[in-house]
């Protein structure tokens, strides 16, 4: 191994973060729905219905894990006009929610149910189940790929490091 702990490291940690990331791109391409797994309900308008709040752990830093971890977020929460159980939430700050609350501005988003479940996906109108379906695919073989591009460049390294190091 390199003669800098700080170089082996880095690169430890570095190759840690790539087989987190390889597998979660794995399990979301083996949990990844075609797009004919979708039925299009059509742009639905939600109009706002309350602020719920909701306590998130933090991101951990030194002083951060010393004081509070858990912070409070707050979600405007949407219902679906023409079906009451259908919402959205949308992360924003407590005086914007309550701005968006008290003028009651509808939003339009385009609802996808999941053929034989009770799910459904919320999207942006213009998007389409083949666009959803594919993008969601995408971000799985970016997390792969560059995992696995990672773990393979470091494990040439170890290999080259060692027939170098037997000689």
Avoid at 135 to 140: E, G, H, L, R
Wanted: glycine share 6%; net charge positive.
């Amino acid at each position: 191994m390199p003669r800098r702990p700080i170089f082996f490291a880095i690169t430890l940690a570095l190759l840690l973060v790539a087989i987190g990331a390889l597998k979660a791109g794995l399990d979301l391409m083996g949990t990844a729905r075609s797009a004919d797994e979708y039925i299009d309900q059509g742009v639905m308008t939600f109009v706002p219905q309350r602020i719920a709040t909701k306590r998130e752990e933090q991101q951990l830093s030194a002083k951060a894990y010393r004081s509070h971890t858990v912070r409070t977020v707050h979600y405007l929460e949407y219902r679906a006009s023409a079906h009451s159980s259908w919402r959205y939430r949308q992360k924003m700050s407590q005086s914007t929610a309550k701005e968006l609350l008290a003028a009651g501005t509808p939003i339009e988003r385009r609802v996808f149910t999941i053929k034989d479940t009770n799910r459904y996906i919320t999207t942006e109108p213009e998007e389409s189940a083949q666009s959803y379906a594919g993008s969601s695919y995408s971000y799985a073989l970016i997390l792969v790929g560059l995992g696995g591009g990672y773990c393979a460049a470091y494990l040439t390294y170890v290999v080259l490091l060692w027939r170098a190091r037997r000689r």
